[in-house]
Structures are given as structure tokens and as C-alpha cells.
């Protein structure tokens, strides 16, 4: 058997609250949407997320290397324990210093950016504007809670392929995965 979030996912209604997300090696997002991202991820992937946690351990099995930006010192200390292989965890403090990071990374150059970070302590939507430079050609932009944390206000563009992952017990309507053709 595959193992996939469905297989392997040993507490729903704790998954669905955020609890152990690190623990049970799977991001904060809709379960379908997380199908998806394991239908596509490969280990020739790069991945930059601003909010880390499970999903930082889903994706280094997954792929070639995943940096991640959290304002959580504990999420940034907890896996920085774990010390995953392929994973770089930076902890900032705020929305300027990680506007400052990610205008300092790469253009074209990460195949994944997840905007899941601290709605208290991050704008969501200057973060995945700031980052869509940074997406490869048919990469790929996952919004969690698209609906609410200022991403309702993310202009979808005609050159966007736009997945959407619902799920009604979800906060911000649910998940979002848009595939950038620049």
C-alpha cells in the first residue's frame, strides 16, 4: 500500500486542530490538498515556506530542500531538533525582517512557496506577493486559509491554474494551490 495522509494519519480531529502536525509529519492544510502535493512533489523539488511545523517534515522526505521562515521561536527551536537533513529553519521576528529575507532569495528558483505563516504576526498577502518572483515556471503557490488572513485580497491572475481544496471544518474556507505560468 501507498502511504499517503489517508493511511497514515492516526488521529483526524487532532490533525484537524493542529495538534502534533511535526509529530505526525504532515502540514497544517486539507487533507485533499496535501494529496495533491504528494501526487506532485519529488525529490528534485526546492521548497520555501513562511510557517513551518509538519509541513516542514512532509516536505524534507519529499524533496531535495525545503528553507522555512517561522515567528514561532518554539515551531523554529522544535525542528530544529530534528535536525531534518535537507531543512534550513530561520526564525524572524517580523513582517519586515521576513519581507527582507525573501527579497533577498532568488527569482525562478523554488518549485513550492507556502504561505502559511502567523496571521498575527505576518501579512500573508505581502508575503505571497513578495514570493511570486520566486516561483519557478509552472511552480507551484499554496495559500492555507485563503479565504481570510488578507489572502481573499490575492489577485489571481488569467496566467494562474488555480486548485482549490475545501474542506468545511476548515478555517479561511480551506486550501488553495496555484500553479504560476509565467
Known amino acids: 500500500m501507498i502511504e499517503s495522509i489517508i493511511s497514515?494519519?492516526?488521529?483526524?480531529?487532532?490533525?484537524?486542530n493542529g495538534r502534533d502536525s511535526i509529530e505526525i509529519g504532515?502540514?497544517?492544510l486539507t487533507i485533499e490538498s496535501i494529496q495533491f502535493l504528494e501526487s506532485i512533489i519529488n525529490d528534485s523539488f526546492r521548497i520555501f515556506e513562511c510557517g513551518c511545523g509538519g509541513s516542514t517534515v512532509f516536505y524534507s522526505k519529499r524533496c531535495r530542500d525545503v528553507l522555512a521562515l517561522d515567528s514561532n521561536e518554539y515551531w523554529v527551536d522544535k525542528l530544529k531538533n530534528l535536525r531534518l537533513q535537507n531543512s534550513t529553519v530561520v526564525h524572524l521576528n517580523t513582517n519586515d525582517e521576513f519581507l527582507k529575507y525573501?527579497?533577498?532569495l532568488q527569482d525562478n528558483f523554488y518549485d513550492?512557496?507556502?504561505?502559511?505563516?502567523?496571521?498575527?504576526k505576518t501579512n500573508r498577502l505581502l508575503l505571497a506577493n513578495a514570493s511570486l518572483?520566486?516561483?519557478?515556471?509552472?511552480?507551484y503557490l499554496i495559500?492555507?486559509?485563503?479565504?481570510?488572513?488578507?489572502?481573499?485580497?490575492?489577485?489571481?491572475?488569467?496566467k494562474f491554474i488555480v486548485h482549490?481544496?475545501?474542506?468545511?471544518s476548515w478555517q479561511g474556507k480551506g486550501t488553495k494551490i496555484i500553479q504560476v505560468i509565467k
Not at 112 to 117: A, P, T
Not at 133 to 139: A, E, L
Not at 164 to 168: A, E, G, Q, T
Request: proline residues 8%; aromatic residues 14%; hydrophobic residues 35%.
Open 8 to 16: 497514515s494519519l492516526p488521529d483526524r480531529k487532532s490533525f484537524l
Open 26 to 28: 504532515y502540514p497544517w
Open 102 to 104: 525573501i527579497n533577498c
Open 112 to 120: 513550492i512557496v507556502s504561505i502559511d505563516s502567523d496571521p498575527g
Open 133 to 139: 518572483s520566486k516561483i519557478k515556471n509552472f511552480g
Open 143 to 158: 495559500l492555507d486559509n485563503y479565504d481570510i488572513c488578507g489572502l481573499e485580497n490575492f489577485v489571481i491572475d488569467k
Open 164 to 168: 482549490i481544496f475545501d474542506d468545511p
